[in-house]
């Protein structure tokens, strides 16, 4: 799956993985470097000055705040008027946190302090490309349940007719906006943004509308009602024939991965679905009309 395309380097944002590289590279007696300034995304010349860093548009910011961010392992932060904030929000309806954690490569998604992403052994940008493969083949509609910072709909909107993405958080959206690699998610032709329950959302769609679902639900603790009968039984109405529905559900090897899947099973089945397939490598099953 192909990265998402390059945007204006004054959406600059950092982690502690970016600023230790150039910390480093000041040390060194370095007075220029190239180095990301959008979370590994794309690399630019970065002048190592006096006072701080710069490009050759524009200076970013003083070395005290780029150690500050060097001493956050798990945080993100935008780059703006020579100054730098946490990318983070709170949404008083819904009661939760939402942020940006950084890993080697695109950043995760983080909600009242459960990663939405995996990130052990795998980006969550190759996390979402795991899930696309095991749906394969994408075309006609997908439909991908549940947003997040946008990859799936990305990486899907690659090969697919037309994507349609629902998110029930404006928080999620808020962290995809300010996150370098969610910015083809605003900008595809292909991919059509719904805010809202993806349980109450999919009962507008007519009978046999998608081919492919890519459903990637949060834990149940947050979002039971995705793991329920009643939504199964919809997404195999909206399923054409012969269509898939690929079921993210946690690691298999883990207590609570061998528990939900075994529950999840039953129910797709009793919804009508004939195969149920596993995708131990995306950390999910396939299930077919």
């Known amino acids: 799956m192909e990265k998402s395309k390059h945007f204006p380097l004054a959406f600059v944002v950092l982690s502690g993985i970016q600023a230790k590289k150039l910390l480093q590279a000041k040390a060194g007696g370095l007075k220029k470097i190239t180095a990301s ?26 070395w005290r705040q780029l150690q500050a961010i060097a001493d956050w392992e798990n945080k993100c932060f935008r780059v703006l008027n020579g100054s730098c904030e946490e990318i983070r929000t709170y949404s008083e309806s819904s009661q939760r946190s939402f942020s940006l954690f950084p890993t080697a490569e ?5 909600i009242s302090g459960f990663a939405m992403h995996r990130f052990k052994d795998i980006s969550p940008w190759w ?6 493969r095991a749906a394969e083949p994408i075309q006609g509609r997908v439909l991908d349940t549940a947003t ?3 990859y799936t709909a990305i990486g899907a909107a690659q090969k697919a007719a037309a994507v349609i993405s ?3 958080y404006p928080g999620s959206l808020e962290m995809a906006r300010s996150n370098p690699w969610s910015q083809e998610l605003f900008n595809h032709p292909g991919i059509r943004l719904i805010a809202g329950d993806s349980n ?9 509308y998608f081919n492919i679902i890519i459903h990637d639900p949060p834990s149940m603790s947050l979002a039971g009602d995705l793991y329920g009968a009643a939504f199964y039984r919809q997404a195999w109405r909206v399923l054409a024939a012969n269509g898939r529905m690929f079921h993210y559900l946690g ?10 899947s075994k529950g999840v099973g039953v129910r797709l089945q009793a919804a009508g679905f004939r195969r149920i397939i596993p995708k131990p490598f995306a950390h999910g099953v396939l299930a077919c009309k």
């Open 106 to 110: 695109a950043p995760g998604l983080m």
């Open 251 to 260: 690691d298999p090897k883990s207590e609570s991965g061998r528990r939900v």
């Open 200 to 208: 109450e959302e999919i009962v507008k769609f007519a009978d046999e």
């Open 166 to 168: 629902i998110e029930r």
């Open 127 to 132: 996390a979402a490309w795991a899930m696309i």
């Open 37 to 62: 300034l959008d979370l590994g995304l794309s690399q630019s010349e970065i002048r190592l000055e006096l006072n701080g860093i710069a490009t050759d548009e524009q200076p970013l910011l003083d």
């Open 148 to 150: 997040g910072l946008g």
